[in-house]
């Protein structure tokens, strides 16, 4: 069975730095589009950063300039380096991996994590 895992969330001060990962795991064989996005108390969950199989990127007009994604696709794995956080960036962010193909299942289909929460301090 695929699941997504995420990891490096926490507490930061305003200013700081955090690096998300999520690793995909199972049968894959592979995976077109992956993104992260966040919600946050009260509010609908919105895409923060997108990277398609071939590597172009889009971001939120949120955060360009200071969030930057990337993959690595030999490991399946996804990651979001944040910098120059903002206490408007507290949130759960979650991963989003788009048609992942599971060899074991037969199946084409999107899957999420679980999400891992940030939480930026003024």
């Known amino acids: 069975q695929v699941q997504l895992v995420e990891s490096g969330g926490g507490l930061v001060q305003a200013g700081g730095s955090l690096r998300l990962s999520c690793a995909a795991s199972g049968s894959i064989i592979s995976i077109n589009d992956m993104g992260w996005y966040r919600q946050a108390p009260g509010k609908q969950r919105e895409l923060v950063a997108v990277?398609?199989?071939?590597?172009?990127?889009n971001y939120a007009d949120s955060v360009k300039g200071r969030f930057t994604i990337s993959r690595d696709i030999a490991r399946n794995t996804l990651y979001l380096q944040m910098n120059s956080l903002k206490p408007e960036d507290t949130a759960v962010y979650y991963c989003k991996a788009d048609r992942v193909y599971d060899r074991r299942a037969g199946t084409i289909r999107d899957y999420w994590g679980q999400g891992t929460q940030v939480t930026v301090s003024s």
């Open positions: 990277i398609a199989r071939g590597g172009s990127t």
